[in-house]
């Protein structure tokens, strides 16, 4: 495997080795050799390993961001070089204060009853898997879940994403030395490249691996919670969100052109590839709708096209487009590949609720990349069918004036079963790293909604086991 | 469906009808009546619902033991009439106490970033399925699911057990009085006595039913695992465990009588249906665990035939006692079926460390009924190894003296892994209803160790969905 430039398609660097399942072996087997020292470690021990990974990450700065800029095509300024770095700093950060305070255990003592219970390590490993578009953030190898995963005390083994490898190898190489640094065993910290499927499951089923941390593709994801449903281990899978903004009919009528601008500004950002792209915008009132697909046509084509992560993206955006055409829902702009490399133009699709309604999981479904459709509905009672017909979102925004009181605190209602985080007015884009954030939803968001994946403690619970210890002597 | 004498086998009573599908569609369309109001109400109400009901049941109590004592032989005095129904009023009580404090939420503010956290119920009913060896705190419609589910504000559909029927109704008429006088919707307790189990993964794919709560045996469990697994809707299934007792060199050589009374005590305890029963007891010496296996023989001997709570429960210990034989363990004593109704001789087995490593599965398997097997293993290293290579339990009990304190200390380290509750010297049979409880663990015992079935707001946290409000007006 190599990796390819997404501004121009060409393949660049070192050749990175497929694991094989004897490599992954080797792996699982050795997990054991750190899960009773990560167990009972001093946690000030295990923060400080994460404290001085995220130091040496900061004193090579510009070259991690570099690589990864030149691996994915996300933005270098401000993107990569500081906000997702720094949002990878502060998650090993708060990683190292939950290793501290041990807030993540959910201590109850009764001396008088004999019991204490708490939340512990699992036991093995965790195997985390990150996706293409956070090449740091949401890394195996130093992203959420390799952060929650520690602050719980498992060792990790971490797949790198085939998109960006040398970044991936230089974090690891930061990761290994704070490591050893540390004086953690090598097995507490282990990464691989790639490997083949089957391998892939052959090592979630091995005994040294107790649970999977996964983000990515609904399809891969679903085939990740198969293994891992059947093994019964316990999986973190983020997999495949829509993130729709309703927009009731006054906020809709008042101010078409900001929500346009608000609405395109948010599905284009980082290439149209975030879990939190609202990648549907339901407005309340056809000439309100108009008015908005006017303007946001107009954004859109005057936006240059974007540069996709991977040739992956861009077929899959591809193929949705072409599925939305077969349906009868042609782009009112955009709609095609283009070079050099891996872009595609800023396309925008215009679609009535009854065509919606008739073609719904096209319509509502996730897709990559700077694609928008705007669903133009009769009216605000409209809004609400919609909402109770979702599928499990990681997201959704209401917008809305103060004449929508009342379908606001509607669609609040039936939204807060539907969605881990609701948005009012604002844009589901950004997601801030906060013990209080929910990242997460029911399926197909994730495959558990009673967890965040963002967000400490609670994203360490995760990757945790229950245990009580009755009338155990000291 | 019919209800059965356990102590004479004979039919009795009215016949229950089987629910067809329609009749559970129409529950699981109603549910959605109840969402809103139940996850609105203020608590207060919900928790007099509760209370009101614990109260009634009370009042009902010789009527409400006599039948399940009727309709499971399980002893009426003090199992039925006092531990269980005390055990079972008093989860009501602490239900009421998580609707009035919110302790399960898990909330997270933070107003200056804007953001609000906490658990919210599920959106759907959960469909709570009951054994049959807890006709009261276990039940459907009374016991521990039911309460987690009322108390994080969930709609509940209960499926009465087959092995007691009559109580059930007795129990459900209740409860409806008490939803009634609350002024909840009718659709907040709904009951059913059977289904075909195809109708039965219907309700549980049926949008109005967000989550299941079960416990019976692992092959059910399974079933209901793969069902919710796919649909992609949480699920808690306690199924399996053979909650092991390690008796270490020491101990074992001070006091072997003890320790066999103590064990013996535990394993015949309900006819030995309890999930925590302790059915293997590894022993380090081999002198040593000739005199417990003596002792215990002994007492078996001189204790009089279970009456266990349906044939199908004979059949299976029948099985299991058949398997082991033909492993090659034939029992010291009992070890067959007699009458009248549904009796079953205390059995023991005695196996070497040996035999048992090499038909480990047959050894190492959970039976209800008055089974125990003896494992004679050569030294401390030996316990140890059985505790590696075991499978998730719900509880292990470590029994030791101060020249053990290594080994217990090893076992531990080992067993923290594999069970939700780990007891040092006493028996694992009795499960105290308490906020520190863990009632739980890895595959097989239950599909989720990271919750516990006893003990809130704990048990609650199952039955929820998180819920990020950000920046959404008051």
Chains 1, 2 share one sequence.
Request: glycine letters at 8%; one cysteine or more; proline letters at 5%.
């Amino acid at each position: 495997m190599r990796a390819m430039r997404p501004a121009t398609g060409e393949a660049f660097g070192a050749e990175f080795p497929r694991a094989t399942r004897a490599d992954l072996e080797a792996m699982a087997d050795t997990a054991f050799d750190a899960v009773d020292f990560l167990a009972d470690a001093p946690g000030e021990r295990i923060a400080g390993f994460l404290e001085d990974y995220a130091r040496r990450l900061e004193g090579d700065r510009a070259e991690i961001a570099r690589l990864a800029h030149e691996e994915t095509a996300l933005p270098l300024v401000p993107r990569l070089s500081e906000v997702e770095f720094n949002r990878t700093c502060l998650q090993m950060r708060e990683a190292a204060r939950c290793l501290r305070d041990e807030s993540w255990r959910e201590v109850a003592h009764d001396a008088q009853a004999g019991l204490r219970s708490t939340l512990v390590p699992l036991g093995g490993a965790v195997v985390c898997i990150g996706p293409s578009n956070f090449p740091l953030a949401f890394n195996g190898i130093s992203g959420g879940d390799f952060c929650a995963a520690i602050a719980a005390r498992n060792p990790v083994i971490a797949k790198a994403h085939p998109g960006h490898p040398n970044t991936t190898a230089r974090l690891f190489t930061h990761a290994c030395a704070a490591r050893d640094q540390a004086g953690l065993p090598a097995a507490a910290v282990q990464c691989f490249f790639d490997c083949a499927p089957e391998d892939g499951e052959a090592l979630l089923a091995h005994a040294g691996v107790a649970a999977l941390g996964f983000t990515g593709s609904r399809a891969a994801g679903m085939r990740l919670k198969a293994a891992c449903d059947a093994l019964g281990k316990p999986a973190s899978l983020e997999m495949s969100s829509v993130n729709p903004v309703f927009v009731a009919s006054g906020a809709a009528a008042a101010r078409a052109e900001a929500i346009a601008d608000a609405w395109v500004a948010s599905v284009l950002m980082g290439a149209g590839q975030f879990c939190t792209k609202p990648g549907v915008l339901l407005v309340s009132g056809e000439q309100a709708a108009r008015r908005i697909a006017a303007r946001a046509e107009e954004l859109m084509r005057a936006a240059a096209p974007a540069i996709l992560l991977s040739e992956s993206v861009r077929s899959h955006l591809a193929a949705a487009v072409a599925e939305l055409r077969d349906a009868g829902v042609e782009p009112v702009c955009g709609g095609s590949a283009c070079g050099p490399g891996f872009r595609f133009e800023p396309t925008l699709c215009v679609v009535s609720a009854v065509q919606a309604r008739a073609v719904r999981s096209v319509v509502l479904r996730e897709a990559f990349g700077p694609l928008g459709v705007i669903v133009a509905v009769e009216g605000d009672g409209q809004l609400v069918d919609f909402a109770r017909a979702l599928d499990g979102q990681l997201a959704s925004t209401v917008v809305s004036d103060d004449a929508d009181a009342a379908v606001r605190a509607t669609l609040f209602g039936v939204l807060r079963f539907k969605a881990g985080r609701l948005l009012d007015e604002a844009m589901p884009t950004g997601v801030a790293v906060h013990p209080a954030m929910v990242h997460g939803g029911p399926m197909p968001a994730t495959n558990d909604a009673r967890f965040t994946a963002v967000g400490l403690p609670g994203a360490a619970k995760r990757f945790s086991k229950a245990l009580c210890l009755d009338r155990v002597r000291a």
